[in-house]
């Protein structure tokens, strides 16, 4: 293969290894990023309807636009201390595919929102096998941005471990 | 052995042998009382047997009649069957009676069953015997019984009884009678049977008959053996035993008459059976008859045999009552002799009160003289008399021995008292002079000798009173017709003797036991009364030249010869003293003094007079010494007099100056006062001025107030800009996602979203900024509100330190005008400070003229004490009456004018103050010797 063509390849392969776009936001000081795609929508805190008998990280329901979606926090999920909601906490709504082919929306929690990154998947690393730490719990992988550390969320895993158990 | 009776106690030992005597007798007495109650015992048992044989005698008799009357039956003879059913039923009561007998006599039943069932078992099978085996068995079952009788006669001791008349009578019971009617009955049954057989187609025979004949030998011979029990009895007990002898005489004869009868139907019966001739009804009658005979011997037996009971029952309660009477008898006689012991004993202890070995000791004590031996009280008898005696033995002694001591102190004190005395006894012989006797006679025994020349103290005693005198009948006659102390002189050669005589009685008796006589020497005491009677008669006189001759004397009219013209010879010396000193004191001389050895009184009067000089020395002495102080006060007060009016005119003059001075001070004083207004008023302006800073600072701090507020609703609006920051963030991030799903054609929508992210960071970046700025700002004008504020409470206080100021001058001010009021005051001060110098002029002029005049008493003074000589400093009083004189004479005309000065003015003070310089200065001459007096310090505090 020549070195032109090695070149085309690397054009080529550019588009394809084109980064993603993913949403960070911080929890306990560290910042995970999900999937842009993912989200559906972003929203400021607001009351929620506790439901009985429900896990801790749950937080309860909300009615947005006629569609009742439950709002987990992040922090309980990952079993991080608990902080108190403010103005300016933030609800992730995240839309997946659910098992009976039907759409179905969640709500994070997260301490705040902090950017919109782009980096390849290329770049994203295993995440350590030995560590044991909380924050590491649902780790994709780790991403260096900008020399910063991002974990990168698995966010169904975290959030079907929520679906499997109310199914 | 005898030490342990030795140990026991009196009534002790007799209680062992009144007890081991009781027991001796109480043992036989045991001993016997078991022997009689053995033989009630005995008799007692014999009674039993006597019942049960007499309860057999039924049995036996219907067991008899039920032989004989079922061998009748078996013979053919069927009348009989109820005869013999009658008697199986008596012999069945019979045997019931017996039974329960039995049960009376538990040591001696049995028999009652063996019998019963033998019985039983005959009446059973009796029908199906025949007529001998049923005869055979019914006589051997009686047997028996008869065998028992006598066993039980054994057993029961009857056969034993020691008793002759009780022995027969139950040999006839227990053997004569049952023998003779089993022997009957026997004869009955066979005989009749056989005869019975006389009138049946067998017939009989003399050989069969004559079966009846060993039958009938041995009725006989039993009959000789009642014979014998009969007359044994008859010897025993006839009139006890009557019904025995009586019954055994009756049996004998009818037997003997039926065995006649027995005899003649032998013989007679086989011959008429053959002929036909027999009496059919003779077996029955032959029955009849035997059976007569049976209860013939049947009365006999039961009324001998209800005797031999009844006899032993009596004998048997007769013994048991015996035993009874004789235990109780034992039980009274123990009861008795024990308490005869125990009486005897006490009655002992009572009469000794105390063991015979301690009444030993306690007596031997009592002779050995032990007094104090240990003896308990309350005891009795002996022991109690021996304490009794004891204690009256040491009363006797203690009252013995106090009463030597008492003869002992008696003697004692005789001896050594210093009256003389002498005692005879009733036959006037000298038993006993006492040593101060004995030293008179020796000491008077030339003089005595001289009268009676025989007489010598050594030899005395035990000689006769009569020795003193010639006629010793009177004597001997005077002393025993005394009652009372008889007192007489007694001359002898040249001595004198005092005598006191009196007689010495029994206490109780009242006879003389002896005379007592008392001697005192008086040979001294008549010459020395000779002697003091010649001096005091001088010494009354006034002579006290006499003196005594103490040489001659001794004792006591020696120290008495002594002491009086010890005595007169201070008299005489005082009295010559005292006379000289008047002497001199009449003379004007105080020199003269006693002397003043002397003592006691004497010394008194010396001292007194001493003293009495000497003070009135002392006293002129002070009179000259007080009038020559006098002359020289006089002359000093004339002196001082000059001094006072010069002084007065100085103090005129400072007093001027003072009242100049005090003017200016009330000048300056006003000038103050003005300086203090103008304060005041300035101080006020001050005051105004702070106030009005104070309001401006309180300005300043409600605007400062308003800043903060506007600062606080700045903050909010930039609070609000940061929420509308968040939510444009928020919106943008949506738009990124939104951008994002749209993909390709999001692309341009995701830059512009990513723009207005930015702006909108920006935005809330620059709201944090002015909020940080904003509350800095507002820290500043909080920290300008307070300063001010301060600065406003630093107002307030100037405000208030400058009242005070202001006050203070005011007080100035005020003060200020008080001291213009007291400066007045002072002023008049001064013009009564001149008065009262003037009115001290005056003063001092009187003062002048009593100086003078004391000057002249003085002067006479001294002349009056001129007479007198004090044996001290002489009189120098009267020595310058001339200069002392001369002095007030200068005086009068100085101090003069000032007292016309006196009712003048103040505002005069200084006019006379010159006048008085002026007067004063004339009269050079009295300031001259009075130089040295005008430094004294005296006369500064004037």
């Not at chain 1, 902090?114 to 560590?131: E, G, K, M, N, W």
């Not at chain 2, 000059?642 to 300056?668: F, P, Y």
């Not at chain 2, 003069?896 to 009712?903: C, E, L, R, Y």
Request: glycine fraction near 6%; charged fraction near 25%; include cysteine.
């Amino acid at each position: 293969m020549s070195e032109v063509e090695d070149e085309e390849n690397l054009e080529q392969a550019a588009p394809e290894e084109e980064a993603r776009e993913y949403l960070t936001f911080r929890l306990e000081g560290e910042e995970y990023a999900v999937p842009i795609e993912k989200v559906k929508e972003i929203r400021a805190w607001e009351a929620v309807t506790r439901v009985p008998h429900s896990e801790r990280w749950e937080c309860g329901l909300i009615n947005i636009r006629g569609a009742i979606v439950p709002i987990i926090d992040m922090r309980l999920r990952l079993s991080l201390p608990a902080k108190a909601y403010t103005k300016h906490t933030v609800v992730v709504l995240f839309s997946f595919m659910g098992p009976q082919g039907k759409e179905k929306t969640v709500g994070v929690v997260v301490d705040e929102l902090s950017d919109v990154v782009r980096f390849q998947d290329t770049h994203i690393q295993q995440p350590p096998q030995l560590s044991r730490r909380r924050s590491m719990r649902f780790a994709a992988g780790v991403v260096e941005h900008d020399s910063r550390m991002i974990v990168l969320l698995d966010i169904n895993a975290a959030i079907a471990q929520d679906e499997s158990r109310a199914a | 052995m005898k030490s342990f009776l030795g140990r026991l106690k009196v009534w002790q030992q007799v209680l062992l042998v009144a007890g081991l005597a009781l027991s001796i007798g109480v043992l036989l007495a045991i001993a016997q009382i078991s022997q009689l109650k053995a033989d009630a015992e005995r008799q007692r048992k014999a009674v039993g047997g006597a019942e049960l044989i007499a309860a057999l005698q039924p049995v036996q008799l219907n067991m008899a009649v039920h032989r004989g009357n079922t061998a009748l039956v078996k013979a053919g003879n069927t009348q009989s069957i109820a005869a013999a059913n009658a008697a199986a039923d008596s012999l069945e009561t019979a045997l019931a009676d017996l039974g329960k007998k039995e049960q009376a006599y538990p040591k001696l039943a049995g028999f009652h069953e063996r019998i019963s069932s033998a019985w039983r078992d005959l009446s059973g099978r009796v029908n199906s015997l025949d007529s001998a085996t049923s005869f055979r068995e019914h006589t051997q079952l009686i047997t028996e019984i008869r065998v028992h009788m006598m066993e039980l006669a054994q057993e029961s001791g009857l056969s034993r009884l020691p008793e002759d008349d009780l022995f027969y009578l139950q040999a006839g019971v227990v053997r004569g009678f049952p023998a003779t009617a089993e022997n009957l009955g026997v004869l009955r049954g066979r005989f009749s049977g056989l005869a019975q057989r006389a009138f049946t187609e067998q017939g009989v025979t003399a050989e069969e008959l004559a079966v009846a004949t060993p039958l009938m030998s041995e009725i006989r011979e039993v009959n000789v053996q009642l014979k014998s029990f009969s007359e044994h009895a008859q010897d025993a007990a006839p009139s006890l035993l009557a019904p025995y002898i009586q019954g055994i005489t009756r049996v004998i004869e009818q037997t003997q008459s039926l065995i006649r009868q027995t005899g003649s139907i032998q013989q007679s019966l086989p011959m008429q059976s053959v002929q036909g001739t027999a009496d059919p009804q003779l077996p029955r009658q032959y029955f009849s008859d035997a059976s007569d005979v049976i209860k013939t011997v049947v009365a006999a037996w039961n009324d001998s045999a209800s005797l031999l009971t009844t006899e032993l029952e009596r004998r048997a309660s007769q013994a048991e009552q015996f035993v009874m009477a004789v235990i109780a008898g034992v039980v009274i006689i123990t009861l008795l002799v024990a308490w005869i012991g125990y009486s005897v004993a006490d009655l002992l202890r009572r009469n000794l009160g105390a063991e015979p070995d301690e009444l030993e000791t306690v007596a031997r004590a009592i002779q050995g003289g032990n007094l104090d031996v240990n003896i308990e009280s309350g005891s009795t008898g002996v022991y109690e008399t021996l304490r009794e005696m004891r204690d009256q033995l040491r009363d006797n002694n203690q009252r013995l021995e106090e009463q030597l001591r008492s003869n002992s102190r008696i003697r004692q004190a005789v001896d050594n008292t210093s009256t003389s005395l002498m005692i005879a006894d009733e036959n006037f012989n000298i038993i006993y002079v006492n040593p101060a006797n004995m030293r008179v006679l020796t000491n008077q025994q030339d003089a005595i000798r001289s009268r009676l020349p025989e007489f010598d103290p050594a030899t005395l005693l035990g000689k006769n009173i009569d020795v003193f005198h010639k006629q010793p009948s009177h004597q001997r006659k005077l002393l025993s017709g005394l009652s009372e102390a008889y007192s007489t002189d007694l001359a002898l050669g040249d001595a004198r003797f005092n005598l006191t005589a009196n007689i010495i009685r029994d206490e109780d008796s009242n006879d003389i036991l002896g005379y007592v006589v008392e001697w005192k020497d008086q040979t001294a005491e008549v010459n020395a009364r000779e002697d003091i009677d010649r001096l005091v008669r001088a010494a009354n006189a006034g002579d006290f030249s006499t003196r005594m001759d103490a040489a001659s004397k001794e004792g006591f009219y020696r120290t008495l010869a002594e002491n009086l013209n010890d005595l007169v010879e201070i008299v005489d010396t005082v009295t010559d003293e005292i006379r000289d000193a008047m002497q001199a004191l009449a003379s004007g001389d105080l020199s003269a003094r006693l002397a003043v050895t002397h003592k006691g009184k004497f010394g008194e009067i010396a001292d007194a007079v001493n003293d009495g000089l000497g003070k009135m020395a002392g006293v002129v002495n002070e009179v000259v010494e007080a009038a020559e102080s006098t002359r020289a006060s006089s002359h000093e007060i004339s002196t001082g007099n000059r001094q006072l009016s010069e002084r007065t005119e100085k103090q005129s003059s400072n007093l001027e100056e003072t009242a100049s001075a005090v003017e200016e001070l009330t000048s300056n004083v006003r000038n103050t006062a003005d300086n203090a207004r103008q304060a005041d008023q300035l101080s006020a302006q001050a005051r105004d001025s702070a106030m009005a800073g104070g309001e401006v600072v309180k300005d300043t701090v409600n605007a400062i107030e308003e800043i903060s507020q506007s600062s606080d609703q700045i903050a909010e609006i930039i609070g609000v800009i940061d929420d509308i920051a968040f939510q444009t963030n928020l919106l943008a991030l949506n738009a990124s996602v939104e951008a994002a799903r749209a993909g390709d054609q999001g692309r341009g929508f995701a830059v512009v979203a990513t723009e207005v992210r930015n702006l909108a960071q920006r935005s809330a970046n620059s709201a944090r900024e002015i909020k940080d700025l904003i509350e800095d700002s507002l820290k500043r004008v909080k920290t300008g509100a307070e300063l001010a504020s301060k600065s406003g409470t630093n107002l307030q206080a100037i405000i208030g330190d400058v009242k005070k100021v202001s006050d203070l001058i005011s007080d100035i001010a005020a003060a200020t005008e008080e001291q213009s009021g007291g400066i007045e005051e002072v002023n008049r001060a001064i013009a009564e400070l001149d008065e009262i110098t003037q009115q001290n002029a005056a003063l001092a002029e009187e003062i002048a003229s009593a100086s003078e005049s004391a000057v002249e008493n003085t002067e006479m003074m001294g002349d009056a004490l001129a007479f007198f000589n004090g044996g001290g400093r002489t009189m120098g009083v009267s020595a310058r009456p001339s200069a002392l004189s001369a002095a007030p004479a200068h005086r009068d005309s100085a101090p003069a004018p000032v007292i016309s000065d006196i009712g003048g003015k103040s505002a005069s003070s200084a006019v006379s103050k010159s006048a008085t310089r002026a007067s004063a200065k004339p009269s050079p001459r009295p300031a001259a010797p009075d130089a040295d007096l005008d430094d004294s310090d005296d006369w500064e505090e004037f």
